[in-house]
């Protein structure tokens, strides 16, 4: 899933003799620790780049959640994340900055026609079976079995062998195999089309790194039932312990924006790590675009053409689920993997920017959405 970066107004005739001097050796340390390649971004991209990492870091030092004693490590992250992010759009075709061509005034969507909710069906793509993706595969498939709710579940093994004893050991699991990767998107479309012309009313989408829990998924259903909005995400926090982890929890990295600039109950967008959907989406043709082939954008993406078409989105906020991001503690196993990561997310950006192109500037009315603020 994705992490969009706030991007934020600069001035174009802004120079590095503008920024102060020990900011530019700030980014340039924190660079040759971490990611030594992207030092030679710090030019590429311009000064531009430069500025406006700073008034992004300059946001992010505001927070009051950001203590002195993680706010280098903080910074530091950011720094790395933030250069990952836009060599992997510029890698993809995009340029920096990133500039609408057009405006779009988005509405709130509305609530759902429907409210019944009897019917619910789960999709888990599984892309990859290390051993402890499968383990927790196996722990979230036994919750969902034991879920009176859940009718079935649907496992799509995309481009690796099917684990058959899940069908057996689980009577709800079925199992669909595509024999080359598609990507999740074409997973999740393979997905809803059987359970929803099957009759069921709502959809549960799981990433295979999602470690579920019995009273987790009965607050999630009743959070969302309560809403009545189409599509509801709640807040995703990190499995792990390592520092990257609690990073992400508070950035927000799975958690998607809040729709305008304060918190709301309605999102701009969610991640599909964990996101309920009613039918009446599918019903009006909304799918998962085949134009994302990696896990980044592909739920924006979804979002943004739900949003347009006048679906509501809901924060559930009173209910958050664990994610495993493959941290292990090992330094350079975890800094190369958070690099990997938003490399993938900033191309998946590029794509979004290249299908919507007023995305950036809706980015700009939006805000981020933390798992924790401490």
Known sequence: MTSVIPLVNFDPKALRKCLPPDFVREVDSALRVTAPEYVSLIDDLGDHMLYSLFE???????????FSKIQSN??????????????????????????????????????????????????????????????????SVSVLQKYPRVSSIVCIYDGIAPVRDLESRFTKVETIAVAERTGP?????????????????????????????????????????????????????????????????????????????????????????????????????????PDFPDAAGEDIDFCLSSLRAGFAIAALDNVGILHWYGYNGNYAHDWGSLRSRFERYGRGEYRVAKKHPYYHFLVNKTRERPSRTL
């Open 56 to 66: 992004t870091l300059k946001y992010w030092d505001t927070n009051s959640w950001i």
């Open 185 to 289: 998107a074409n997973a999740r479309n393979l997905g809803m089309t059987v359970g929803f012309e099957r009759g069921h009313e709502d959809v549960l989408l799981l990433d295979s790194d999602i470690f579920l829990t019995f009273d987790k998924l009965n607050t999630l259903l009743d959070e969302y039932y309560a809403k009545q909005h189409a599509i509801g995400c709640p807040l995703v926090y990190a499995m792990g312990k390592t520092w990257l982890d609690h990073y992400h929890d508070l950035a927000g990295t799975l958690n998607g924006r809040y729709l305008g600039q304060s918190t709301s109950d309605s999102l701009f967008f969610g991640t599909t790590s964990c996101m309920i959907i009613s039918n009446e989406v599918y019903n009006s043709g909304i799918r998962f675009s």
């Open 74 to 139: 903080f910074r530091r992250t950011k720094i790395v994340e933030w250069f990952a992010f836009w060599k992997g759009y510029r890698d993809a075709g995009g340029t920096f900055p990133p500039s609408s061509t057009q405006v779009l005034n988005l509405r709130r969507g509305s609530l759902v026609k429907e409210t019944r909710h009897s019917t619910l069906f789960s999709i888990i793509p599984i892309g990859s079976a290390t051993s402890q993706i499968w383990r927790i595969v196996q722990h």
